[in-house]
């Protein structure tokens, strides 16, 4: 589930420029009705000598959530709403237990409302609107028992993510948006 502290999102400037670049980058991710796309995920696992990858597809929606479908090597597909984190592979649905914060947490970040990842992490922005960088570090002991660092780096969306865990495992996403539609006001 450490994946998904990020999906999706965000961007060493002066504290103003890096204010102004999350907030334009907040506000931009405020006014997507849906994404979708897909996936490439390596896992580097420390006892392993090969990466696991696995692929699929994604899709969000700024009233019903995301659904994160992997399609290789195993099929499995997770719900991420408001009332919490719901997988489902071919013989089995399950529900997250306390997952509804965490849920909140991610779509947050795909609705562009990061308070909630304020709250866990430090944040690095580096770059502008059309190229961005943002680096989080952990801000409390528990998180960072789990998590070193997240390196999220994008353009018009979210093209990859990073993620460092304490234990020395190291995950790696690459998305390609397919759809990015914006909200008609």
């Known amino acids: 589930m450490k994946f998904f502290f990020i999906l999706l999102a965000f961007v060493c400037l002066p504290a103003q420029a890096q204010n102004n670049l999350l907030g334009e980058l907040s506000n931009k991710a405020k006014n997507i009705e849906r994404l979708s796309g897909v996936f490439t995920q390596h896992r580097k696992i420390a006892v392993?000598?090969?990466?696991?990858?696995?692929?699929?597809?994604?899709?969000?929606?700024?009233q019903t959530g995301m659904v994160w479908n992997t399609l290789e090597p195993i099929q499995s597909k997770i719900h991420i709403t408001?009332?919490?984190?719901?997988?489902?592979?071919?013989?089995?649905?399950?529900?997250?237990?306390?997952?509804?914060?965490?849920?909140?947490?991610?779509?947050?970040?795909?609705?562009?409302?990061?308070?909630?990842?304020?709250?866990?992490?430090?944040?690095?922005?580096?770059?502008?609107?059309?190229e961005w960088h943002l680096h989080l570090t952990p801000k409390n002991e528990m998180v960072?028992?789990?998590?070193?660092?997240?390196?999220?780096?994008?353009?018009?969306?979210?093209?990859?993510?990073?993620?460092?865990?304490?234990?020395?495992?190291?995950?790696?996403?690459?998305?390609?948006?397919?759809?990015?539609?914006?909200?008609?006001h």
């Open 48 to 62: 392993l000598p090969l990466p696991l990858i696995s692929s699929g597809e994604f899709s969000y929606h700024h």
């Open 82 to 130: 408001h009332q919490g984190i719901q997988t489902e592979n071919n013989e089995l649905t399950a529900r997250t237990t306390g997952s509804a914060q965490l849920a909140n947490m991610l779509l947050g970040i795909f609705s562009g409302n990061l308070a909630s990842l304020f709250e866990q992490f430090d944040f690095q922005v580096n770059g502008d609107k059309t």
């Open 144 to 184: 960072a028992a789990q998590i070193l660092f997240v390196d999220i780096r994008g353009k018009e969306t979210t093209e990859s993510v990073a993620i460092a865990d304490a234990s020395g495992d190291h995950t790696d996403l690459i998305f390609i948006t397919r759809q990015l539609v914006f909200i008609e």
